[in-house]
């Protein structure tokens, strides 16, 4: 079956300092790959999404490429800011498959001022 | 307006009442879900639909059943609550295997 893994948390940063949240998955078919950001009392929103092999998502500073050899796609930010503390979350929806969305389990991220 | 709503908010029941919780979207998406969030353990999914005939259990759907009543409209019950079922609930819609876009969720606590 089809499942992602992600760090666990929390990640705890200082203002404007490099983030990574690794990210890697198992799929059946030939999937999309998504990042997903849950602000606090707010539900998920999209933040950056790739749907094949070496296709870089970005949006709002953060980026991720689709590593289809390594089957990872991890999240990146080079300066981050208070304001991006979320719980991030890593997805897949398998286009082979039956379509259904696959989430990892969410990574906190804490920026400090 | 927001384009995916669910209601109520926030609710507080007792062990063993009945309840449902509401999702409708103006997005004009086929697909919609039931997830619930529980604290390190991500999001699972409850239910799906892909249109209004069908239906399907996801993950974690004993104690939980679903009415697609409209193509726009999506409701989860709990038949019987239980403690267990506190959670914060989630409903999103999709087109195929895009984006999902979801509601702002409803915190549930079972008393």
């Known amino acids: 079956g089809n499942s992602v893994t992600q760090m666990e948390g929390p990640v705890t940063l200082s203002e404007e300092a490099f983030l990574t949240i690794n990210c890697t998955y198992t799929a059946t078919g030939y999937p999309s790959l998504f990042w997903y950001v849950q602000y606090p009392g707010e539900g998920l929103q999209l933040l950056l999404k790739?749907?094949?092999?070496?296709d870089k998502g970005s949006n709002k500073g953060f980026e991720a490429t689709y590593r289809k050899e390594t089957t990872s796609f991890h999240l990146e930010k080079g300066s981050v800011q208070v304001s991006d503390s979320a719980v991030y979350f890593c997805a897949l929806s398998d286009r082979g498959g039956s379509y259904i969305p696959t989430f990892g389990r969410g990574t906190s991220l804490i920026v400090h001022p | 307006d927001a384009d995916v709503t669910q209601t109520p908010r926030n609710r507080i029941t007792k062990t063993g009442k009945r309840i449902m919780l509401e999702c409708s979207q103006t997005k004009g998406h086929d697909r919609m879900y039931w997830y619930r969030q529980d604290p390190g353990l991500g999001l699972r999914l409850i239910y799906y639909?892909?249109?209004?005939?069908?239906?399907n259990k996801g993950e974690i759907s004993d104690g939980y059943s679903v009415s697609r009543q409209a193509q726009a409209k999506f409701s989860l019950s709990l038949e019987s609550a239980i403690p267990n079922q506190t959670a914060l609930y989630f409903c999103?819609?999709?087109?195929?295997?895009?984006?999902?876009?979801f509601g702002p969720g409803t915190r549930l606590l079972v008393l």
């Open positions: 790739a749907t094949k092999a070496d």
């Open positions: 639909s892909f249109d209004v005939k069908d239906i």
């Open positions: 999103a819609t999709s087109v195929k295997e895009e984006t999902q876009y």
